[in-house]
């Protein structure tokens, strides 16, 4: 069974201010995502990362993928309060009967604060 | 462009009430699962389907049934609802096969057993 680890599980940041979010996870996957959840509400893609050295960016958001390392990042550049919210990882393995089945991380809560 | 539209919203059921929580999509997707979601679980999958007329467990799937009759609907059944089952439930579609792609999740349906 995949495992999928985030951490830090809560973030509290000041505004302006850089971090880094880190899902590891166990075996060789074929993608990885990156969800946004506000409160309250539903989930919403933010990247797509398909193969190893993948990076994309989005704003003040950017996301890699080292699949040697079985390791994901999500690097938040000079938070603002706007970035508040829960993000989720994603391992997506392609193989036979599990195709297309998610195996998600507990989610990485995120308070940017003036 | 209405995307994944889940029904109800809410709802409030006794325990050993049965219900049915709807799942549509109109992106012709061949891929839909349903999740739930508890408090720091992250979302994790109770069933999916990769088409109509195939279906499989994911990993909590025990107290749930699905069928998929069409390529549009996926419908999770409540057979005998328990406390344990609270939890706000999310239904998801993709597509499948080497161009995969993003699951787009509905707006969740928040349910409790009481």
């Known amino acids: 069974e995949l495992k999928v680890e985030q951490n830090p599980l809560f973030l509290s940041m000041q505004e302006g201010k850089n971090y880094t979010i880190y899902c590891n996870y166990s075996?060789?996957?074929?993608?990885l995502y990156w969800y946004r959840q506000d409160p309250g509400k539903s989930l919403e893609s933010l990247f797509v990362?398909?193969?190893?050295?993948a990076v994309k960016q989005e704003g003040r958001l950017m996301a890699s993928l080292d699949t040697k390392a079985r390791l994901s990042t999500l690097h938040i550049t000079a938070a603002v309060h706007d970035l508040s919210a829960t993000y989720f990882c994603?391992?997506?393995?392609?193989?036979?009967?599990?195709?297309?089945?998610?195996?998600f991380g507990r989610g990485t809560q995120l308070t940017v604060w003036p | 462009n209405a995307g994944v539209t889940q029904t109800p919203k809410f709802q409030v059921l006794k325990t050993g009430q049965s219900m049915t929580l709807q799942c549509a999509q109109d992106?012709?997707?061949?891929?839909m699962s349903w999740y739930r979601q508890d408090p720091g679980m992250g979302l994790r999958l109770i069933h999916y389907?990769?088409?109509?007329?195939?279906?499989d467990q994911g990993e909590v799937p025990n107290g749930y049934n699905v069928s998929r009759s069409t390529t549009e609907d996926f419908p999770l059944r409540l057979l005998s609802a328990a406390p344990s089952q609270t939890s706000v439930y999310f239904c998801?579609?993709?597509?499948?096969?080497?161009?995969?792609?993003?699951?787009?999740f509905g707006a969740g349906t928040r349910l409790s057993v009481l």
């Open positions: 994603a391992v997506e393995k392609n193989r036979g009967s599990t195709l297309g089945r998610l195996y």
């Open positions: 075996t060789t996957s074929d993608r």
């Open positions: 998801a579609s993709s597509r499948t096969g080497a161009a995969g792609g993003i699951q787009y």
């Open positions: 992106m012709n997707h061949e891929y």
């Open positions: 990362l398909l193969s190893n050295g």
């Open positions: 389907s990769v088409g109509a007329g195939i279906t």
